[in-house]
T-cell receptor, first 114, second 112 residues
Framework: EAQVTQNPRYLITVTGKKLTVTCSQN?????MSWYRQDPGLGLRQIYY???????DKGDVPEGYKVSRKEKRNFPLILESPSPNQTSLYFC?????????????FGDGTRLSIL | KNEVEQSPQNLTAQEGEFITINCSYS?????LHWLQQHPGGGIVSLFM???GKKKHGRLIATINIQEKHSSLHITASHPRDSAVYIC??????????????FGKGTKLTVNP
């Protein structure tokens, strides 16, 4: 089954403790992206990657890192999480950066930073 | 900066009604997406448009590039259509990178 898999689905942690949210897709997609969703603000793009070893900042990249060493994986890293990073996070992928390709979303990761 | 405005924010309808959700944006775009987010949180891509009109089942999406406006229509609405509908536009920023900007969503509730 074609899917985007995020782990963990839920995480409660404390300020400053490094964490990684994994994202994996099995569709051989080139383009992958991370978003956060906050009440009243909607979805905002954190980082995206157009292919292996090619990443770029979205609208809200501060406090996050990403890597794209393999095509299928695009982990989101919070080196020193803070409470303002408490949010619902979505990973998405599409076949290419071409604007007529649909995005496939993961089920979301709810992070709470205390 | 590209702004994406959706209206209405909330919409309540009776089963069977024709639904329209609107999306306006402020700069030239390469594509517009309509997404559906169910109460459980999962997001599904419904349509991508760069011109004209697309139809899938009871859903119809239109875009007017000149007026920078798109509409999502649902015919014969059903309670299972209850969800948040999100408009997103893809555009090229001044730095040359492609950005995806989302509207805040329209919460649709269809009552039986």
């Amino acid at each position: 089954e074609a899917q985007v898999t995020q782990n963990p689905r839920y995480l409660i942690t404390v300020t400053g403790k490094k964490l990684t949210v994994t994202c994996s897709q099995n569709m051989n997609h080139e383009y992958m992206s991370w978003y956060r969703q906050d009440p009243g603000l909607g979805l905002r793009q954190i980082y995206y990657s157009m292919n292996v070893e090619v990443t770029d900042k979205g609208d809200v990249p501060e406090g996050y890192k990403v890597s794209r060493k393999e095509k299928r994986n695009f982990p989101l890293i919070l080196e020193s999480p803070s409470p303002n990073q408490t949010s619902l996070y979505f990973c998405a992928s599409s076949l290419s950066r071409n604007s007529n390709q649909p995005q496939h979303f993961g089920d979301g990761t709810r992070l709470s930073i205390l | 900066k590209n702004e994406v405005e959706q209206s209405p924010q909330n919409l309540t309808a009776q089963e069977g009604e024709f639904i329209t959700i609107n999306c306006s944006y402020s700069v030239g775009i390469s594509a517009l997406h309509w997404l559906q987010q169910h109460p459980g949180g999962g997001i599904v891509s419904l349509f991508m448009l760069s011109s004209g009109k697309k139809k899938h089942g009871r859903l119809i999406a239109t875009i007017n590039i000149q007026e920078k406006h798109s509409s999502l229509h649902i015919t014969a609405s059903h309670p299972r259509d209850s969800a948040v509908y999100i408009c997103a536009v893809r555009f090229r920023s001044q730095g040359g990178s492609e950005k995806l900007v989302f509207g805040k969503g329209t919460k649709l509730t269809v009552n039986p």
